[in-house]
């Protein structure tokens, strides 16, 4: 896997870990991470590359969710959460913006599945570019969702984790 730089979103929930657990501090989490306290400084301040090790012992560690969507993009290609960074990211921000993306891919979901069901010869241009642009439509109604998800969460008070798992036993592939 790839060795990469943290992104500012990425490393300000971090940072958040550390303000929401004032106990801990930075030097416990280089420890845990198994580098010194000036590595992770530099880790956080984007001039350090991170090893798959060592973003998996820090998504242990942090028990954060969009950590964790954020590492398993860097590292196995999933799609994350969406980041607008032309929105807030507080609660009404985020439900604006799941409510924006999915109309735009209920707008032309029946549109698409006729074009899909049309033998490719009979196609005209718009089911074409319909069955080109679909696809991404709806990533990016699942990324909008995903960061509605960590938000309610996060300000309910509730670990997304046990949802997560149900949801996963039940319908996990």
Not at 90 to 105: A, H, I, N, T, V
Not at 153 to 166: L, N, R, T
């Amino acid at each position: 896997m790839q060795e990469v730089a943290f992104d500012k979103p990425l490393v300000g929930r971090i940072r958040e870990f550390f303000t929401k657990h004032p106990e801990l501090h930075q030097k416990d989490m280089a420890k845990a991470l198994f580098m010194s306290d000036s590595q992770l400084s530099k880790l956080l301040n984007g001039s350090k590359f991170s090893s798959l090790a060592t973003r998996v012992r820090l998504v242990h560690w942090v028990k954060d969710i969009l950590v964790s969507w954020s590492a398993a993009r860097i590292d196995f290609g999933l799609p994350s959460f969406m980041f607008d960074r032309r929105r807030t990211g507080d609660l009404l921000g985020l439900l604006c913006q799941e409510e924006k993306e999915s109309r735009e891919r209920e707008e032309i979901q029946a549109e698409y599945l006729d074009a899909l069901t049309t033998t490719p010869i009979s196609r005209t241009a718009r089911q074409t570019q319909l069955i080109e642009m679909f696809p991404k439509e709806l990533l990016e109604d699942i990324g909008a969702k995903q960061a509605l998800f960590a938000k309610i969460c996060e300000e309910s008070g509730k670990d997304p984790q046990p949802f997560i798992d149900a949801y996963n036993k039940q319908y996990g592939g």
